[in-house]
């Protein structure tokens, strides 16, 4: 069964960085596309950026754009979202998810445990 793990939230101060990580066990990395998600408070949650399976497309929320990167290393099955500019906006709990595309619905119980990210002076 699928396992995902989010790490590497924290605090920091607008304009900061972060690199959140999902590790996957489970399945090969290369067998699923993966979504990184983020709920603030009072919020929906919302899809923030996703990778296809193999690396070669991804996709951003118009929020994030320019200021997020996402990545992979199927060797390490390891997804990656580097955080750069970091505004008070940003932040949430951030969740990685199994979608079979980036452009579905996300794996019923495939959440991870989420990473919590606070941008504030």
């Known amino acids: 069964q699928l396992q995902l793990v989010e790490s590497g939230g924290g605090l920091v101060q607008p304009g900061g960085s972060l690199r959140l990580s999902c590790a996957a066990s489970g399945l090969p990395l290369d067998y699923y596309s993966v979504g990184w998600f983020r709920q603030a408070p009072g919020k929906e949650r919302e899809g923030v950026s996703c990778?296809?399976?193999?690396?070669?497309?991804?996709n951003y929320a118009d929020s994030v754009k320019g200021r997020f990167t996402i990545s992979r290393d199927n060797a390490k099955n390891t997804v990656y979202l580097q955080m750069n500019s970091l505004k008070p906006e940003d932040t949430a709990v951030y969740y990685c998810?199994?979608?079979?595309?980036?452009?579905?619905?996300?794996?019923?119980?495939?959440w991870g445990q989420g990473t919590q990210v606070t941008v504030s002076s």
């Open positions: 990778i296809n399976r193999s690396g070669g497309s991804t």
């Open positions: 998810a199994r979608q079979n595309y980036c452009s579905g619905p996300v794996v019923p119980d495939s």
